[in-house]
């Protein structure tokens, strides 16, 4: 399952109307994700043998599937919006709803740690596990696939679960919002899914490792330059 966070200023059924929205899907991939209550499901038709419409299947989304419907399958995480505010000298900061994020130091304090931008288009979303993935990924033999960045602070009770955080708004200097679109969004939510599930299936999850952008960068190249929705 992949719940959404009650603080998420966009329901389950919310990043399906999204989704639908894009321009920058072919129709049938429009349909891949379904809401049932506060969760957001792969469609039961694309766990099967899908019949694609012939030519319309981009390269990148077989390995898109495959690790998203690893982060069903881990049911680790959970999906929320967040805030990115403009700060002076092109910084920018990511404030997500309903998770913290940060570290514990060693006598395990727990210290937020604000996401920070470097350019004047900040981040659209950030993905980030709990202790025990990041355990996991530090345990495995490769290590680039080691893991030492924020983590979620996990709650008094209940499971503990990252979260795949999409921007859904901008804050300006002085204090205006602005919301982010449909493509904006959905593209955010491809990009992000595809970070939780290859961390769930312990295989290449960042930037840095170039076996990882290989697939990523096709898969923004899949949001750029649509029209407006």
């Not at 990511?94 to 210290?111: A, E, L, Q, Y």
């Not at 899914?193 to 930037?207: C, D, M, R, T, V």
Request: overall charge negative.
């Amino acid at each position: 399952m992949l719940p959404v966070n009650p603080n998420s200023r966009i329901s389950a059924q919310g990043f399906v109307d999204n989704v639908t929205k894009t321009t920058c899907l072919p129709d049938w991939m429009k349909t891949v994700f379904v809401a049932n209550g506060h969760d957001l499901q792969i469609a039961a038709k694309f766990k099967g043998s899908y019949t694609f419409p012939k030519g319309t299947k981009p390269a990148w989304f077989d390995p898109w599937l495959i690790a998203a419907t690893s982060a069903w399958q881990q049911d680790e995480w959970e999906l929320t919006t967040g805030t990115l505010e403009m700060k002076p000298k092109d910084l920018s900061i990511m404030v997500p709803d309903g998770v913290s994020i940060g570290k514990f130091d060693p006598d395990h304090n727990w210290t937020n740690f604000p996401v920070l931008g470097t350019d004047d288009t900040g981040a659209g979303g950030i993905t980030v596990p709990t202790q025990d993935t990041k355990d996991g990924l530090n345990a495995l033999s490769d290590a680039d696939l080691h893991y030492s960045g924020v983590i979620v602070k996990p709650g008094k009770t209940g499971k503990a679960r990252g979260a795949i955080v999409i921007v859904d708004r901008i804050k300006d200097l002085k204090g205006g919002l602005s919301q982010m679109n449909a493509n904006d969004i959905t593209g955010t939510l491809f990009h992000e899914l595809f970070h939780a599930g290859q961390i769930s299936a312990g295989l290449p999850n960042s930037h840095k490792d170039k076996r990882f952008e290989t697939v990523i960068q096709v898969i923004a190249a899949q949001f750029d330059g649509c029209t407006a929705p």
